[in-house]
């Protein structure tokens, strides 16, 4: 396990606290802006940032974080500038763990090995590749482990008892929940249904395990702390870069997460 991920975790452990961990993509609403958003959001107090990797066709997100992809990828943001991205963000910032959250085809194309070496280099933490199953993983898992790089799986409603080992056997850093059936921001979140699961997982890791998928506001944020170790948010962040004017953006996004903070303390 990292250890940048590592002192995350057993700082947040000792004081009771729950991690909160925002999503956003890189480049969206430009490269330029990206990394002051970043530092935006641990000021307001991000523990954890899971930094998107755009892609043409990001089958997991909804209609909010499609489009973040679309914006960035107009804005010709391919995988090494988001890497770029991470190095200019630990210039100024060497603590938070930085998880980078996309697909397999551009990792693909530039190489398992080339990628890992590129991204511990920048100062990446943990790879958290959406259309990556189990099954297929174990050669990239072993590459990403040698260069100190957490390799991070999703968990879901659906998933069987045996999915769950595999996945626990593979993953470090922390486990990704999805809470619910459905892509990113959809749905309202079952609590009971969501802590039943985490029971079942808890039997076969002591891994960390944070949940995502359709957490919007404080209120949510609050129920999700008492049961899981980390809360992730996306949609509703994405949603905000997407509509608020470039000159109030850091302030708002700024004032949303620090809401969001209070209610998971």
Do not use: W
């Not at 530092?39 to 997991?60: K, N």
């Not at 659906?158 to 459905?182: D, N, P």
């Amino acid at each position: 396990m990292n250890n940048r991920l590592i002192s995350c975790f057993s700082q947040l452990r000792t004081s009771k606290r729950a991690a909160l961990i925002p999503f956003i993509t890189a480049g969206d609403p430009s490269l330029e802006l990206t990394v002051s958003i970043m530092h935006t959001l641990v000021t307001a107090g991000a523990d954890i940032i899971e930094l998107g990797i755009p892609f043409s066709d990001p089958m997991a997100d909804g209609p909010v974080i499609q489009r973040a992809s679309e914006r960035a990828l107009l804005n010709g943001v391919s995988l090494r500038d988001v890497l770029a991205i991470v190095t200019d963000f630990r210039r100024d910032d060497q603590t938070t763990p930085i998880v980078l959250m996309g697909y397999l085809n551009p990792i693909e194309i530039m190489g398992y090995e080339a990628f890992a070496q590129s991204a511990q280099t920048a100062g990446v933490d943990g790879v958290l590749i959406v259309d990556l199953p189990p099954e297929e993983a174990v050669d990239l898992v072993n590459i990403l482990k040698k260069h100190k790089l957490d390799p991070i799986f999703l968990l879901a409603p659906t998933s069987t008892t045996e999915r769950i080992q595999q996945i626990c056997h593979l993953a470090s850093g922390y486990l990704y929940y999805v809470s619910l059936k459905g892509v990113t921001g959809s749905a309202n979140l079952d609590i009971n249904a969501v802590s039943k699961k985490m029971l079942e997982i808890r039997q076969y890791t002591d891994l960390p395990i944070g949940v995502g998928f359709g957490i919007k506001d404080a209120a949510t944020v609050a129920q999700v702390a008492k049961i899981s170790d980390a809360v992730i948010v996306g949609s509703a962040l994405v949603q905000r870069i997407e509509t608020i004017a470039t000159e109030h953006l850091l302030t708002e996004l700024g004032d949303f997460l620090h809401t969001l903070r209070i209610a998971l303390d």
